[in-house]
């Protein structure tokens, strides 16, 4: 409590002292102008480094160098062409030329998310013009509940710079172990007088087979004094999402029964009903067979007797050269099915700045951006149904096994098809405001005042009704070469009168709606110049998010049911265009009123389309900083260094849904904590071009909200055991080391070295903590009978309770790792030419006693990424060809909904995708147009994951090629 009342003393009286010292700057004559101008505020340092004699992408690659030279922590800056002429077409893609960056892909191959140093998306914080950038979207076939921010959402024509902060700086927010991105958008005195941008852009996809346009246009303009600017843009996305693919939705193998294993069941336990342990020993066991023979056309059909008993003989007989060991084991995609999206995208953003410069000792300035996108997605599956649904699944025969004993080739009977038909349709929408103001006071003007407010929100909607009828019974021939495939026999699945029908079928009505608001309060006193000084600064920060998913599909499904029999089924059927029926989507909705369920969706406590919980937080941070840097010299080489420390303070309530005693109501939950973050970095011109730059830090993250939601169950009979989220998670934090040496060889060219390591620690895992009844939250009027005598007998309102949630491991993460970065202009060869390379090298080891949990926890972290950009450029044309390359790695554990298989992870395969870029400038014409040509994917790589085995894929996405074609200028 002290320290919390002398924080807020503390930071009211800086709040004041700030408040009185920016009126005295104010009041201060502005006439007198000083002899030299007032320094620039950071933004804009890059933009006049070193005198730069290239354009294009060489002087973008030039500023980046330059930029990097004169830092003193590790940081990396990719800077725009010119402006509205950012070098890549997504900013994703950008941050990729980045060492230690990391993209997260959507299944349409577009960049979604990045992380740095081989730590998850969430561990990056992203933040625009200073303030936190929190965005409610989510990709096409996602459920991110973390931190992760989606970068799409942003046009690239609307930014001139990105850094990446790998060491942190006290003056710096905190929530990024792995480092700070910072987008910083165009404004108007960024280039001086009046401009005038424009582009326009067709881009076809090779899935797709369409032309799609874009196009943007920035106007910016200054006065003659030098007062006032002003900046507006607008950007039109037009496109289309085209995605094939082949999911599994988790691997299964048969969960044999007694009578099927050919064991002898104990006394009492009926050997039909009851499936032993020791005849499912790798778990799963989601390929329920029925007891009997069925009588349909497809068992008769394969010979066999519509009643036999199927026991272990019978399954041995069908399965020649097999052992019942080999059968119960064998591997099967759970729901084996080809995908194909396809739909319209559309994305429209405007941005605005205003700048007022009333004399040499003031600066103003107001940002806006507004983005929204709307995706129209109609996503068809045809599902080979592995999973059981209802009394029986299907009857392998004549499998073939490889050693892993994943089966290679089967004849399936008694097998069946779903239809999942989910027509998506998303709407997501972006607000930012930043207003700001820098003074300048004092006799030498060696005292700076920066103010600002930063605020965001972004709301987000997805409806997404499912669709499920179900083909009639039918035998199957299956094989898997590496990617599972299968012959329906007698059976056209792309024919709607194919006896399509509701047995086995369902339909879904389920909707999610997702709100995210952060808001940046600041204030940083600077005394001293832009090289020697100390700096205090305080801010408060609030994020809130909340999810809430909608759910009426009993109430639809009944309806459906009753008014759709299977005999009108086809009228709303069609051919699809992957080899396998689609709906009528329109018509089949107003045939089943549709709207007025839609309407009527109560909440739910999860959104199953994506599989995001119910629920919510609100945070609160206030923060505390002091900072120095400096300059001197040892043995007559310049040392510049950097370091401080920050004080943040948290409170986080957690919200969510729960049901106890038969009552759903919203439950909050609530903690707080507070951190010291102490960081150091210097560097050191060591000699002529070569500088030696050494950081060491504490940064902390957030723990995942997801992990932290109420959720609680408490139906434990005996009142001893209950399931809660755990608001009480500690963050993430880790101690860092970086040591580099940089080598400066003229011009762009750059060869870096860094090793790095970290130490990171709050990890979870599923584990039990033991707390009073009173702490959980829980009414004791919702408690039964039986509960509420257990409860009394044990202790009443103080008895220990075992609440199973996600604990903080007692182990730490030890990541070490090394960086190479080398950019070589090769004018000796070829004027114009050059090159740019990274390469970064990640090892992990846990360390701790409890290491073999954190060690199940480490997902998405590749150990090897490098990528390559061969540029030549002259006055008129350039040529870049890009490769970026990640390995594989392991992505996340199977879950209980993707068939249990208790040695089942998810691994990603390495991939590497060609991009090209090509221009030709028409300088004889007014505006100097520039023709563009971009191509991504050159190669047409595909997306890949798999289970334990390469042959047992989970997901692979084909996003195809996509060119673009193109013209923008200058007036």
């Known amino acids: 409590m002290q320290v919390r009342i002398a924080r807020t003393a503390l930071s009211h009286a800086l ?44 002087q973008s690659l030039q500023f980046s160098t330059d930029a990097k030279r004169q830092a003193t922590g590790f940081t990396d800056s990719i800077f725009s062409e010119d402006i509205g002429k950012f070098p890549d077409t997504n900013i994703a893609e950008s941050l990729a030329r980045i060492p230690g960056i990391q993209i997260d892909r959507d299944v349409n191959g577009e960049g979604l998310n990045v992380g740095i140093r081989g730590l998850p998306q969430s561990f990056t914080k992203t933040l625009i013009n200073g303030g936190e950038a929190a965005t409610a979207s989510i990709g096409l076939n996602r459920g991110n509940q973390n931190r992760e921010v989606d970068l799409n959402l942003f046009p690239t024509e609307f930014f001139n710079k990105l850094t990446v902060y790998k060491s942190p700086q006290a003056s710096l927010p905190e929530g990024g172990i792995s480092g700070v991105v910072d987008m910083r958008s165009m404004r108007p005195f960024d280039l001086p007088g ?40 607008a950007s039109v996305v037009r496109s289309r999402i085209s995605v094939r693919g082949w999911e599994s939705v988790g691997w299964m193998n048969p969960g044999l029964n007694y009578q099927q294993c050919g064991i002898a069941a104990p006394d009492g ?7 032993p342990v020791e005849c499912n020993p790798g778990g799963g066991g989601s390929l329920q067979m029925p007891n009997t023979v069925p009588d349909n056309a497809s068992t008769i059909g394969a010979g066999m007797t519509p009643g036999d008993t199927i026991d272990a003989q019978w399954l041995m007989e069908q399965n020649p050269g097999l052992s019942i060991g080999q059968i119960t084991e064998a591997l099967f995609p759970r729901l084996a099915r080809p995908v194909d999206m396809s739909g319209d995208r559309e994305r429209d953003a405007v941005v605005a700045s205003l700048e007022w410069r009333p004399n040499d000792r003031m600066h103003f300035y107001l940002d806006s951006l507004y983005s929204r996108a709307n995706y129209e997605n109609d996503r068809i599956d045809v599902n080979l149904v592995g999973r059981t649904f209802g009394p029986s699944g299907f009857l392998p025969t004549n499998m073939q096994l490889d050693e892993n004993n994943v089966v290679t080739s089967a004849t399936l009977v008694n097998a069946q098809f779903i239809l999942e038909a989910r027509p998506y349709r998303d709407e997501v929408q972006y607000w930012n405001l930043n207003p700001g103001a820098t003074f300048w006071f004092g006799e030498n003007e060696d005292v700076k005042l920066d103010v600002q407010a930063n605020w965001s929100r972004s709301w987000f909607f997805r409806e997404s009704p499912t669709i499920m009828p179900a083909s009639p019974i039918t035998t199957v021939d299956y094989t898997n070469n590496g990617t599972p495939a299968f012959a329906a026999g007698g059976l056209d699945l792309n024919d709607p009168n194919a006896g399509w029908n509701w047995a086995g079928g369902r339909v879904n009505l389920n909707n999610e709606k997702r709100v995210t608001e952060a808001g940046r309060l600041r204030a940083d006193l600077q005394f001293g110049d832009d090289v020697q000084n100390i700096k205090v600064g305080v801010s408060h920060d609030r994020s809130r998010r909340t999810i809430t998913g909608f759910d009426n599909s009993p109430a639809w ?14 009228n709303f059927l069609r051919p699809g265009p992957a080899g396998f029926i689609t709906v009528d989507f329109d018509a089949f909705k107003d045939a089943t009123d549709y709207a007025r369920f839609f309407d009527e969706a109560p909440e739910s406590g999860s959104s199953q389309s994506v599989g995001a919980a119910s629920g919510g937080f609100d945070e609160k941070s206030l923060a505390a900083y002091i900072e120095f840097n400096g300059e001197t010299e040892i043995w007559n080489r310049n040392l510049r260094v950097n370091g401080g420390v920050r004080y943040v303070d948290t409170d986080q309530d957690i919200t969510g849904p729960v049901t106890l005693g038969g009552v759903r109501e919203w439950q909050t939950l609530s903690s707080a904590y507070d951190e010291w973050l102490p960081s150091f970095n210097a560097a050191w011109d060591v000699a002529d071009n070569w500088v030696v730059r050494l950081s060491s830090s504490r940064t902390m993250t957030r723990p995942n909200p997801r992990s932290m939601l109420p959720a609680t169950t408490f139906s ?22 970086d040591l580099g040496l940089e080598w400066y060889t003229g011009d762009e060219g750059l060869v870096a070295l860094t090793m790095f390591n970290k130490r990171v620690s709050g990890y979870t895992y599923q584990g039990i903590n033991v707390r009073p009844f009173r702490d959980l939250g829980i009414p004791i009027d919702s408690l039964t009978e039986n509960q509420l005598a257990a409860l009394n007998a044990n202790g009443g309102l103080d008895a220990p309770i075992n609440v199973r949630q996600q604990v903080n491991a007692d182990a730490t993460l030890d990541i070490q790792g090394w960086e190479l970065i080398w950019v070589q202009p090769l004018d000796m060869v070829f004027d114009g030419l050059g090159f740019m390379a990274n390469y970064t090298d990640i090892d992990l080891e846990p360390t701790g006693q409890e290491a073999a949990q954190l060690a199940g926890n480490l997902f998405g972290i590749a150990p090897v990424m490098w990528n390559a950009t061969a540029y030549w450029e002259n006055d008129l044309a350039s040529v870049r060809l890009s490769y970026n390359f990640v390995e594989g790695s392991a992505q996340r554990a199977v879950g209980n909904n993707e068939g249990g298989i208790n040695y089942g992870q998810y691994f990603g395969e390495d991939r590497g995708q060609f991009d090209l870029s090509a221009s030709y400038t028409l300088a004889s014409l007014p505006s100097e147009p520039q023709l563009t040509f971009n191509v991504l994917n050159i190669t047409n790589e595909e997306t890949r994951n798999y289970i334990t085995y390469p042959n047992v894929p989970g997901e692979i996405y084909q996003p195809g090629r996509t060119f673009l074609v193109g013209i923008r200028g200058t007036f």
Not at 269 to 275: A, G, K, M, Q, Y
Request: charged share 15%; no cysteine.
């Open 194 to 233: 009046r401009h005038f941008n424009y582009s326009g852009q067709l881009d076809y996809n090779t899935i797709g087979e369409k032309f799609n346009p874009r196009g943007s246009a920035l106007f910016t303009w200054t006065n003659d004094e030098g007062t006032f600017g002003a900046l507006v843009g």
């Open 15 to 58: 709040g004041l002292a700030l408040v009185g010292i920016a009126g005295a700057a104010i009041a201060q004559d502005p006439t007198p102008a000083p002899e030299t101008p007032p320094p620039a505020p950071v933004a804009q340092d890059a933009v006049d480094l070193d005198q730069v004699v290239v354009t294009g992408y060489r």
């Open 557 to 570: 499904q009944e309806y459906v049911f009753a008014n759709v029999p299977p005999g009108e089924l086809p």
């Open 269 to 275: 336990v009926d050997p039909l009903t009851n499936r």
């Open 716 to 737: 434990d009979p005996s009142a001893e055991i209950a399931d809660q989220g755990n608001p009480n998670l500690a963050p993430y934090l880790s101690t860092n080391f």
